[in-house]
């Protein structure tokens, strides 16, 4: 069993930046993929970024690409997601989800901390 949760959402204005972080309980935290979803009111949930087990490989949607950075310290049971340069349009809540590797869906999600983004 996993839980997961996540700190850092705020309200801000365009151009600026944000750390969110996921810490996770239980053991073998470095065994899961972890991803970053957001939800938009009147949306469904976005993966928005992965890090693989080891943090060698990332994914990251395209309109998040070059602005957004996923890091894990597996150290630390904490994985991270670094976002410059927000726009309105990132204003959503975002979650974060740990996924065994061999599964398909994501096996367990934290609570989600609300991200505004002003003009």
């Known amino acids: 069993q996993v839980q997961l949760v996540e700190s850092g959402g705020g309200l801000v204005q365009a151009g600026a930046s944000l750390r969110l972080s996921c810490a996770a309980s239980?053991?073998?935290?470095?065994?899961?993929?972890m991803g970053w979803f957001r939800q938009a009111p009147g949306k469904e949930r976005e993966l928005v970024a992965r890090?693989?087990?080891?943090?060698?490989?990332?994914y990251y949607t395209d309109s998040v690409k070059g602005r957004f950075t996923i890091s894990r310290d597996n150290a630390k049971n904490t994985v991270y997601l670094q976002m410059n340069n927000l726009k309105p349009e990132d204003t959503a809540d975002y979650y974060c989800?740990?996924?065994?590797?061999?599964?398909?869906?994501?096996?367990?999600w934290g609570q989600g901390t609300q991200v505004t983004v002003s003009s």
């Open positions: 989800g740990a996924r065994i590797r061999s599964h398909d869906t994501y096996d367990y």
């Open positions: 890090i693989s087990s080891s943090g060698i490989s990332t």
């Open positions: 239980g053991r073998a935290f470095s065994r899961y993929v």
